[in-house]
């Protein structure tokens, strides 16, 4: 791992783990935010039913996917799995988040963006690849690796029955 990938991780990772323990000790203000959010995808998936009366349940599980992954970021285990896994809950946790009445208009767009900056980060962790080949990449060489030795030998057995 690089020094910067070595700083910058456990810096990016900071806020989801704070904010995830946030969730899990006191889940009820994020429980409030994602209650409507919750009711309407029950209305578009019925089997989302049980978790729509349980928001304080998928808030714990928000708290507990941003405290697991970010600390997995922050240690460089599973980096990519984990930056997923950060977008994931912060995906829900933006898309349910209603400002408070008492802060202002310019406070909820620095919120907001700051917010959308933190997911960028981890969506640009969790396609990094450490200068590795990825997962696709390496799957495509070994096919075509596999067809040239296929091909090769193919031709080997022609000759040995001519």
Not at 33 to 55: C, E, I, N, T, W
Not at 106 to 135: C, H, Y
Request: net charge positive; glycine share 10%; hydrophobic share 50%.
């Amino acid at each position: 791992m690089t020094l910067i990938r070595t700083i910058a991780r456990p810096l990016l990772a900071a806020p989801f783990v704070l904010g995830g323990l946030s969730r899990l000790r006191a889940p009820e203000s994020s429980a409030a935010a994602l209650r409507p959010l919750l009711a309407k995808a029950s209305r578009s998936v019925p089997a989302l039913q049980g978790l729509s009366d349980r928001p304080e349940l998928v808030a714990r599980a928000i708290g507990g996917v941003q405290v697991g992954a970010g600390a997995l970021l922050a240690l460089g285990r599973l980096p990519r799995i984990s930056s997923a896994l950060i977008v994931a809950s912060q995906a829900l946790t933006l898309a349910s988040d209603r400002p408070s009445a008492e802060s202002s208009r310019g406070d909820r767009i620095a919120s907001l963006a700051t917010q959308a900056g933190l997911t960028g980060g981890a969506l640009l962790a969790a396609v990094d690849t450490n200068g590795k080949p990825s997962l696709v990449w390496r799957a495509k060489d070994a096919g075509a690796r596999g067809q040239k030795f296929l091909a090769k030998e193919t031709r080997k057995a022609k000759k040995a029955l001519a």
